[in-house]
């Protein structure tokens, strides 16, 4: 996914645009107008262009959205319900303005937290009833894939407004969400900040970099010279650990160089972004289960051997006494880090949010590859924000309208606001020239593939590298061999019903 957003970055830093922190919105249901229009931006006249008209309007309808996502804390990065002086909740209500005010239409945003299905199962509901409470359905990536291969929703590959090839739709990362460029199910852009916040990142502690090995910005030539690798991290990781409790073994109450716990996600993400491939994709655009995995094998036995056989690694397992942390790697992890007792912590850029109080500076670098010929894959984790609309529909040309210029809004003001100010000057705590780039370098290679993205229609395939670290087990290829043949029977519904 490459963004084109160097100028609008340039031209709100020329104009000193600042901002304030505030107070976070609640859930609940919000019906906005678009009469408030006092603090929008509009563009300017010469630069890009909304794919709707502006003759287009719609004379006062009301815009149904079902916000369902995983965390409350998600709800205002596509929904506030007024100005707070937050920065980030503040734009995203000045873009919701804008849309309203240009589409003569008023969003009415009903947020369910969907931990456990409940969005889900109330959009599909309101599919199967015909009841129609419901005009788009921004949800987490792997309900709305659970959605389209159930065969829920509306097909959006001839929508009318909506160009994919412009900058603010993530064009490669829909070809892959959707299977194919055959159908368009689902939609990613910049209608929601949520996929910003769901982008791989690794963080490392500046102090100790310094302390162990006596620069704390070396990493950063490493990575813009392709050399950030799973084994350039295993050496540096080695080289961490004070045993602070004097115990005479590896435990969380030490200075360490990486923590990982046996059934987190990260042991998966981890093995797609060094270039694992569950899926690949033909040359005629087809796409099928890989029947090479040797790269496969030694991708997987090198994350094994990070986590299981490092120096410097504290595998939380919940065998050592100390008691296994829910959420490890978006709470329990990036607190550890932001103590100044760790030197990597591995997570996504909202791992940001966990390090506001952090004393020591810090740099934010991409997952590593797995030698230096591959290229960097910032996989996006499966809470990431996709839209899709109900198959039954009667109103995809108000949809298609609504989603184009919320998206088009958001890449003119929203992100920009988010990815130059808030995250780059406020968040992050290193501005140096290198460090933007890798930024950038991070946001520019966001990445899935169909064995990610539908990894729960393939038997288990997707998360095979993180059993046998649960299973203290290095045997990739007999997991694989286990599950490949109830896996392909499973994808094989699937490749039909996108063959369509």
């Known amino acids: 996914m490459q963004k084109q957003v160097t100028a609008l970055i340039l031209s709100l830093l020329m104009a000193g645009t600042l901002f304030s922190c505030g107070a976070d919105a609640q859930p609940g249901t919000d019906t ?52 707070t002086g937050d920065s980030v909740s503040d734009s995203v209500y000045n873009r919701n303005l804008a849309v309203m005010d240009k589409l003569g239409v008023t969003f009415t945003v009903t947020n ?5 299905g409940d969005g889900y199962a109330k959009m599909r509901l309101d599919i199967e009833s015909g009841s129609g409470e419901f005009d788009l359905y921004f949800g987490n990536q792997y309900r709305n894939v659970s959605l389209a291969v159930n065969d829920y929703c509306f097909d959006m590959k001839d929508a009318p407004y909506i160009d994919v090839s412009q900058p603010w739709w993530y064009a490669d990362y829909m070809e892959n969400i959707n299977f194919n460029d055959r159908h368009r199910y689902i939609l990613n852009g910049d209608f929601s900040l949520n996929f910003l916040h769901q982008i791989a990142a690794v963080y490392f502690n500046k102090s100790l970099m310094e302390d162990y090995f006596g620069d704390a910005d070396f990493l950063y030539d490493e990575v813009l010279d392709g050399k950030w690798t799973l084994e350039r991290m295993m050496e540096l990781v080695a080289n961490v650990w004070d045993d602070k409790n004097g115990n005479q073994k590896i435990d969380f109450s030490d200075t360490i160089g990486l923590a990982m716990q046996d059934t987190n996600y990260i042991n998966y993400t981890l093995f797609f972004a060094a270039g694992g491939e569950v899926t690949v994709t033909e040359s005629d655009g087809s796409v099928i289960i890989n029947n090479n995995i040797e790269r496969n094998v030694d991708i997987s036995s090198t994350i094994f051997k990070l986590v299981r056989g490092t120096t410097g690694v504290y595998l939380n397992d919940g065998k050592d006494g100390f008691a296994k942390l829910s959420e490890a790697a978006d709470n329990g992890f990036p607190q550890k880090f932001s103590e100044g007792t760790m030197l990597f912590t591995i997570g996504q850029i909202n791992t940001t949010d966990q390090l506001r109080d952090m004393k020591d500076d810090y740099g934010v670098i991409p997952y590593p590859k797995f030698d230096a010929s591959g290229e960097y894959r910032s996989i996006v984790q499966d809470h990431a924000a996709s839209v899709s609309l109900p198959k039954n529909t009667t109103r995809s040309e108000l949809c298609a309208a609504v989603i184009e210029e919320m998206t088009f809004q958001g890449y003119m003001t929203m992100v920009p606001d988010y990815y130059s100010i808030v995250l780059k000057n406020k968040y992050m705590r290193d501005t140096d020239d290198k460090a933007m780039q890798i930024l950038d370098l991070i946001h520019d290679t966001a990445y899935t593939q169909v064995g990610f993205a539908y990894g729960a229609h393939l038997n288990g395939l997707w998360r095979i590298s993180r059993e046998t670290i649960s299973k203290n087990n290095d045997n990739y290829a007999t997991l694989w061999a286990a599950a490949l043949s109830k896996a392909t029977e499973k994808f094989k519904t699937i490749q039909e019903y996108f063959s369509k």
């Open 32 to 83: 906005t107008s678009g009469n408030d229009t006092d603090a929008v931006t509009e563009p300017a006249d010469n630069g890009p262009k909304s794919g709707v008209p502006d003759s287009v309007k719609f004379d006062g309808e009301t815009v149904s959205i079902l916000n369902s996502q995983y965390h409350e804390k998600y709800f205002a990065l596509l929904d506030t319900f007024e100005a």
């Open 112 to 116: 369910m937290f969907d931990k456990e």
